[in-house]
């Protein structure tokens, strides 16, 4: 799971150097996933 939300940041052009911020950006990126995925649902 680590290694495709690191992939994802890499695509994105994300760098996160600690662990931390590898966190809070995959708490963000979750959470963007799970809105998108409302919205999707409401087409």
Known sequence: MIAAVLQV???KGYAAS???DIAREADFSF?????????LSTI
């Open 18 to 20: 600690t662990a931390t």
């Open 9 to 11: 940041f890499s695509q």
């Open 31 to 39: 959470l963007m996933a799970e809105i998108y995925r409302k919205d």
